[in-house]
Nanobody, 116 residues
Framework: QAQLVESGGGVVQAGKSLRLSCVAS????????MAWFRQAPGKQRELVAR????????EYSDSVRGRFTISRDSAKNTVYLQMNSLKSEDTAVYYC?????????WGQGTQVTVSS
């Protein structure tokens, strides 16, 4: 049974918004800092944003700071990524996982394609 299930991706024009969701198992989610990562074709997976278990502290990569917002809903074991002002360079497969190693088994991710 998948422990991390991402959704919400799609094809959008530059400047538009998307909201990604990641439903995690309680075992993975509870008490853990969580994060969103992305992997573009031919590139390594990179950290996009992370949030601590209480939801108070959030960190972002330089490339998305000010445009993306990470949040979490403990009642739903869900992590969100609100992505605004999307750019073509945001095109990638987006994954969620624990924020620090050891990571749980990676989900299938959700594809985000931004057309210019």
């Amino acid at each position: 049974q998948a422990q991390l299930v991402e959704s919400g991706g799609g094809v959008v024009q530059a400047g538009k918004s998307l909201r990604l969701s990641c439903v995690a198992s309680r075992r993975v989610f509870e008490g853990a800092s969580m994060a969103w990562f992305r992997q573009a074709p031919g590139k390594q997976r990179e950290l996009v944003a992370r949030i601590d278990d209480g939801g108070w502290n959030r960190e972002y990569s330089d490339s998305v700071r000010g445009r993306f917002t990470i949040s979490r809903d403990s009642a739903k074991n869900t992590v969100y990524l609100q992505m605004n002002s999307l750019k073509s360079e945001d095109t990638a497969v987006y994954y969620c996982n624990t924020a620090f190693p050891p990571y749980d088994t990676w989900g299938q991710g959700t594809q985000v394609t931004v057309s210019s």
